[in-house]
T-cell receptor
């Protein structure tokens, strides 16, 4: 069964460092998302991406964040200068069509900022 | 306050019993709701969705009920099994006309199934 894959599974970084989280969405999907979940809290929307551009973003997704789809398969989230409060589980998701809430999530990348 | 929330943080049920997980929402303009299941160490997994023009939708062993009058959503799981143990989130669609779905998740209810 096709699945969304994410790397790394866990990354530890120093405050102020740049981090890139990588995702390979399901191949025939058109919409791509990043969500995050701070430990023990709810899942929060960061950004959605369609047709090689951001379609929506939340207040969390400030200038420190960027997304890119550099080739036909990868979808990346970059945090330019990490802060302690960026420590969270970051989930990539994809969906095959518009107007559906059936997102397919990866297993997440845990980011720990020291 | 948050747009979507859950009444109970934990729920324990005996294997074989039915489970009911509740969710309240505050945005009366919300027109689409989804239930997700998150097992330990994994990403959320879609269970079932419902649009506001319906008040009930059934899947395999699951039923979602929507009461727009009191802005309440529930997930019923029939014959609960140990594999149903997880955190369950309700989510609603954001207020955007975009085709992508910005979902607002509630805090989650942890369901524990007692063998």
């Amino acid at each position: 069964e096709p699945e969304v894959t994410q790397t790394p599974s866990h990354q530890v970084t120093q405050m102020g460092q740049e981090v890139i989280l990588r995702c390979v969405p399901i191949s025939n999907h058109l919409y791509f998302y990043w969500y995050r979940q701070i430990l023990g809290q709810k899942v929060e929307f960061l950004v959605s991406f369609y047709n090689n551009e951001i379609s929506e973003k939340s207040e969390i997704f400030d200038d420190q964040f960027s997304v890119e789809r550099p080739d036909g398969s990868n979808f990346t989230l970059k945090i330019r200068s990490t802060k302690l409060e960026d420590s969270a589980m970051y989930f990539c998701a994809s969906s095959p069509a518009e107007y559906t809430g059936e997102l397919f999530f990866g297993e997440g990348s845990r980011l720990t900022v020291l | 306050g948050e747009s979507v929330g859950l009444h109970l943080p934990t729920l324990s049920v005996q294997e074989g019993d039915n489970s009911i997980i509740n969710c309240a929402y505050s945005n009366s303009a919300s027109d689409y709701f989804i239930w997700y299941k998150q097992e330990s160490g994994k990403g959320p997994q879609f269970i079932i969705d419902i649009r506001s023009n319906m008040d009930k939708r059934q899947g395999q062993r699951v039923t979602v009920l929507l009461n727009k009058t009191v802005k309440h959503l529930s997930l019923q799981i029939a014959a609960t099994q140990p594999g149903d143990s997880a955190v369950y989130f309700c989510a609603e669609k954001g207020d955007s006309g975009a085709g992508s779905y910005q979902l607002t998740f509630g805090k989650g209810t942890k369901l524990s199934v007692i063998p």
